[in-house]
């Protein structure tokens, strides 16, 4: 009876965290022995001291994260704000990161129009990305994996990374590489992902909502958010 009444409680625990859909890629989740690590659990960890609430980490791409978030099987995902749709709820922004283009070694562009023609390497597909490529006339390579890219353009085989300025550093980082191995950062945009929440969540419960918010502003307050991404980056 002891052991039915363990297992019980076991499962009325699982049940009560809240289920977040985290990007598939580092420096944001890393796989690690016990399940996941990486930037945004460290992050909903601290969340988690701080709100008293647990939470269960979905490492999926950002369009299944929203259906699941639809569907109710999330509480709350990791996306950009224009996702906020069909009573999606916007809990504010939890991270900022620049959308840059990296240059080749010992280089720096000062400017788009330095960029026209060049042949960029870019794993960003997204309508931004694409329109801003197109802006350019410059020349898309297509890739699988960023430390191909990476190699490319430090043997000179490509003129331009486009992608997230963290996790380029990231994989810096564990490609075993410094920061100068690559050039220097031309900011093209500055995205923000915010924490979505499920349809109908806490709608009875506004002070859940609002202590959930306060507790993200806290830790951008406290420098908590930047302390954390800053351990998955390259230290020159």
């Known amino acids: ?30 796989p690690a022995a016990n399940g996941v690590s990486g930037a945004l659990p460290k992050i909903f960890d601290e969340l988690s001291r701080g709100l008293g ?17 639809r569907q109710g099987h999330l509480e709350f ?32 562009y000062a400017n788009n129009g330095e ?20 802006q350019l006339k410059a020349r898309e390579y297509d890739v699988a994996e960023l430390p191909a890219a990476i190699h ?8 331009a990374i486009l992608g997230l300025a963290p996790t380029i550093l990231w994989h810096l980082k564990t490609m075993g590489l410094p920061r100068r ?28 909502r609002r202590r959930f918010t306060d507790a993200i502003a806290d830790l951008h307050q406290s420098g908590a958010v930047q302390r954390i991404t800053a351990e998955y980056l390259p230290e020159d």
């Open 152 to 159: 490319m353009l430090m043997e000179g085989r490509i003129d």
């Open 1 to 30: 009876m002891i052991g039915g009444l363990a297992l019980a409680s076991g499962a009325r625990a699982a049940a009560q965290l809240l289920r977040v859909g985290l990007p598939d890629f580092g420096p944001w989740v890393v």
């Open 115 to 134: 960029l026209q023609g060049k042949m960029i390497a870019t794993l960003q597909r997204g309508a931004n990305a694409q329109s801003f490529i197109a």
């Open 181 to 208: 191995a690559v050039g220097g950062f031309l900011t093209y945009a500055v995205q923000d992902f915010h924490v979505l929440a499920r349809p109908g969540l806490w709608s009875d419960d506004p002070g859940a």
């Open 53 to 69: 609430m647990g939470f269960h980490y979905v490492p999926l791409p950002v369009q299944r994260q929203l259906v699941e978030l």
């Open 77 to 108: 995902s990791t996306a950009t704000p224009e996702h906020a749709t069909g009573g999606i709820q916007d809990f504010g922004t939890l991270l900022t990161f620049p959308l840059v283009l990296a240059a080749p070694p010992g280089r720096a």
